[in-house]
C-alpha cells in the first residue's frame, strides 16, 4: 500500500522476492567484510599490549575519555537500541520514551556513583563487581553468590543479542538462507575474538560500532522520514492521523502506563552499571574525572535514539501490520524493500556490529567474574597465568551456553532485556548502602539480593501486574526492606578497609 | 538542608521519570514533536549542564 503524502513511489521498487538475484550477496558479503575487518582492526590495536589479568579484564586501567565512552555507550546502542527501540515505536509508541529517559538517569547518579565505585577498585586492586561486595563486605561467600548471580543473568543478554543478529541477517539474507547457521558461525567467531583480545580489544572495536550505528541511524531516522514524508515532522502528523494515541502515554495503572513508565524509569536508571561488564567499563577508567567528564557527554549521545524512533514510526507507517515479535524487524523491512542491497549490506553491518561488540563485553564480563570470584575462592587458578586462561576458556562456555539458550528459547528482544534489568538491578542496594548506610551487613545484602532476585522471578513467572508498576521495581523495594530489616537484627559489621 | 549539587541531581532525574505524567500530551507540538516527546528530548540535552555545574560546584573542572 503506498502511503499518503508518499514521494516515493513504492511500486518503482521490485518487492522481497523478485530482488533475490544476487541481492542477498552483495548484502551478506558487506555484512561479513565489515564485521571481520573489525575484529581485524581490533587485533591489529592490541597486537602490542603484554596480557595479564590487569590488561584483559579491565584494560589495565589505563582508558581516556573516548575509549571509556565508547565502552559505557555500548551499554546503550546494542542491538536492543537498533531493533528493540524501533521494534517498541513501532508497536508501543509512546512508552519506548523510558528508553530515552532511563540512560539520561543513569548518567547523573552515575557522575557520583562511579568516581567512588572507581577508587575503591583503585585502592583494592578489584577486577569484577562481585570483588567490590566481597572487599566492602568482609564476605568471600557473599563475592560467590553475586558472581552466580551475575553469571546467570548475563546469558539473557547475551542471548538478546543473538536475537537480534538473527534478525538482521534474515532480512538481509532477503529471506533466501535460515540465519541459524550464519548466527552461530558469527558468534563462535567473537567468542574466539574476545578470547584473544580482552577488553582492550573490545574498546577498538567499539569505536568502529558506533560510527557504523550513527551512519545507520541517521540513515533510518532522517533519510526514510524526509523520502516518504518530506520530513520528520510531516510523518509524525501522519502517524497521529493514523494512530492518535500513539504518542502519549495511557494515564494511570494501566499496561504501559505512567506507572509503568516511571517506575521502569527509575528501575532501569539504577540498574543500568550493575552488569558484569558495567562494572569491568568503571574500573578501566583512567581518573576519576574520565568517569565524569563522560557521565557528563553521554547523554548527547542518547539524542541519537531520537532517529531510531523516528525509523520505528516510520517504520509503522509504510509497512504496517507486523504484530507481536515481528515489530523488531520495523525499519528494516523498510530498507529491504525499497533501497538497494548495499544500503541493506551497510545498516545489517551495523546492526550485526551492536549485537557482537556488545555480546564480547558481556561474556568477558561473565568469564571474569567466575574465574575471579567463583574458581578463586575454591583455590581454582589461583594464578596469573592460570586466572588468564580459565577466564578465556569461560569466555567460550558462557558463549556456548548462550548459543545453546538461545536455539532452546527464542524470545522477543525487549522480554529478554526486561528479565535482565530485573534481576542484575537487584545489586544495587548493596552498592548503595556501601555508600549511604554503614550499618548494612554482609546478612542483609544476601538476604535482600536473594529476596529481590526470587520476587523478580516469581512476579515474572506468574505474570503478576502490581497497579501498573514495572515488577522489577517492587522486587527492588522487597530487596530494600529486607536488606535493613535484616541488617538491623543482626551484628554490627566490621569496618571494611578504609580508602582514602 | 539539602545542597545544591543534590538539586542539581534531582531535577533532571525528576523532569524525566516523576514529572512525565504531567507533561504527557500532544499539544502545543514544538518543532513538530508532540510535547511530551520535545519535553524529553530538551532534557536530555540539558542534563549535561546540570552535570556540569555539579562538576563546578566540586571544582573538579
Known sequence: MDPPHARFHLEHRPLGKALVNGAPVVALTIVAVVVLGTIGLALFGVRRVKMDPQQYIVGGRSFGTVFLWVLLAGEIYTSFTFLGMAGWAYGLGAPAYYIFAYGTCAFVIGYFLLPAIWRIGKERLLLTGADFFQDRYGSRALGVMVAVVQFVMIVPYVTLQLSGLQLLLRIAGYGAFDATIAVCVAFILVALFVFTAGLRGTAWASIVKDALVLGAVAFAGIAIPIQFFGSPAKMIDQVLRVHPHALTLVAGTAEHGTVWYVSTVLLTAIGFYMGPHGMSAVYSARSENALRRNAMLLPLYQIVMLLVFFAGLAALLIVPGLKGAAVDQSFLLVVQRYYPPWVMGFVAAAGSLAALVPASAQLLGAASVFSKNVLGTFGIATGDAARMLATRVLVLVVALLALGFWLEEQKTIVELLLIYYNGITQFMPGIAAVFLWPRANVWGVAAGIAVGFILAIAFAAANVTLWGVNVGFAALLGNVIVMVVVSLLTPVRKAPAAII | ?61
Not at chain 2, 532525574?13 to 510535547?35: D, T, Y
Request: proline share 8%; hydrophobic share 65%.
Open chain 2, 1 to 61: 538542608m539539602v545542597s545544591l549539587r543534590i538539586w542539581l541531581a534531582a531535577i533532571p532525574i525528576a523532569a524525566l521519570s516523576i514529572a512525565i505524567p504531567l507533561v504527557n500530551r500532544i499539544e502545543p507540538r514544538v518543532l513538530g514533536l508532540p510535547f511530551v516527546l520535545f519535553w524529553i528530548v530538551a532534557w536530555i540535552l540539558l542534563t549535561p549542564a546540570f552535570i556540569w555545574s555539579i562538576g563546578r560546584l566540586e571544582r573538579r573542572w
